[in-house]
């Protein structure tokens, strides 16, 4: 892979993994809001995490249409393994998704209270965020080592 190929692909999943980002802390703000007024909304906060899931969904299809992991697979597949399991969360990220948004829409909303809805996604917030920045490693490690080589 040439120099400026690893420099456009590399900055551009950083890119794409700070829109996700961005739109996770906006959701965040809006969540921590409505516990200081203290008004729940369970559904609103389930519409909200429709958005949420329609991003993520796009953002993984990207992943997986040979996007930014190929890329770094294609000089470091010593990762293909890691990248793999990475892949396979993508669909579980949405299933746990689907499931607390049904749960937050439901008349009744299916959670004893607030508090346990907004840990519920705080759990599955971390979930996300620690994957993301184990792709962020996989494609920092190939760039890095086939830079090293390059010399």
Do not use: K
């Not at 697979?73 to 793999?84: C, D, K, M, W």
């Amino acid at each position: 892979m040439s120099a400026s190929t690893q420099e456009a692909v590399h900055p551009a999943l950083l890119d794409e993994h700070a829109r996700v980002e961005h739109q996770l802390d906006e959701f965040s703000r809006w969540r921590a809001d409505l516990c200081q007024l203290g008004q729940p909304r369970f559904g609103e906060m389930g519409v909200r995490l429709q958005q949420i899931r329609q991003l993520l969904a796009d953002h993984f299809a990207t992943e997986e249409e040979g996007g930014y992991l190929a890329s770094a697979l294609s000089v470091a597949p010593q990762f293909a393994r890691r990248a793999e399991e990475l892949q396979l969360q993508h669909r579980e990220f949405l299933q746990q998704l689907d499931e607390l948004i049904v749960r937050l829409t439901s008349s009744p909303a299916q959670f004893p209270t607030w508090s346990d809805a907004c840990r519920e996604f705080e759990a599955f917030l971390v979930s996300l965020r620690e994957h993301e920045h184990a792709e962020n490693e996989i494609v920092q490690s190939a760039f890095e080592r086939d830079a090293g080589t390059a010399d």
